[in-house]
């Protein structure tokens, strides 16, 4: 299995970014998918997560009401739009297969990709 993250990028507070995650496999509608971020020097924490069919989505307090996941079965692909961008977005984004709060019952990553707002 094999996750591709994209979309990241420096931008201004208050702007507007989304982030993409396509996978290699076909039983990709199987799944949810995840979201995490990492700032420099702090755990990783998690950010959102869309269920297999994108009916139930939960989100960090954090970011809810700002951020949107949603996932397109049929371009195997998962996204996360983040709206009203703060400085302490800041991280790097990851996608991983599966459902849940905890990172640690993921298996499957993405690679990253890093969003920098800058204030």
């Known amino acids: 299995v094999q996750l591709q993250a994209s979309g990241g990028g420096l931008v201004q507070a208050g702007d507007s970014l989304r982030l993409s995650c396509t996978a290699s496999e076909r039983s990709f509608s199987s799944y949810g998918m995840g979201w995490f971020r990492q700032a420099p020097g702090k755990e990783r924490e998690f950010v959102g997560v869309?269920?297999?069919?994108?009916?139930?989505?939960q989100y960090a307090d954090s970011v809810k009401g700002r951020f949107t996941i949603s996932k397109d079965n049929t371009k195997n692909a998962a996204y996360l739009l983040m709206d009203s961008l703060k400085p302490e977005d800041t991280a790097v984004y990851y996608c991983?297969?599966?459902?849940?709060?905890?990172?640690?019952?993921?298996?499957?990553w993405g690679q990253g990709t890093l969003v920098t707002v800058s204030s």
């Open positions: 991983a297969r599966g459902w849940g709060t905890d990172h640690t019952t993921y298996r499957y």
């Open positions: 869309i269920s297999w069919n994108g009916d139930s989505t």
